[in-house]
């Protein structure tokens, strides 16, 4: 396939084009900008806050599973200690 064919298609891309296929149209083939910017600037400020949101959510929840990992450990070693002085 050509490389002119393959290109990133976004959520964004495809909202417009359900939206509205001449505004779709206008911006993505014709290459008009829309006429206000600023409702797209405060998505993607939006997005991008989101994103780190979830990026730091995710990394929580992987020390979280550590955490809950070592605790077992912590906890089979201790039975095994105990059991060995009964």
Do not use: T
């Amino acid at each position: 396939m050509s490389d002119q064919y393959r290109r990133l298609i976004r959520a964004s891309e495809l909202v417009r084009w359900a939206y509205c296929r001449r505004a779709w149209w206008l911006q993505y083939v014709r290459g008009h900008e829309p006429a206000n910017p600023e409702p797209l600037v405060r998505g993607q400020k939006f997005h991008q806050s989101h994103r780190r949101y979830v990026e730091r959510a995710d990394m929580y929840r992987q020390f979280a599973l550590l955490a809950a990992l070592a605790g077992l450990g912590v906890l089979f070693i201790a039975i095994a200690l105990i059991s060995l002085h009964l």
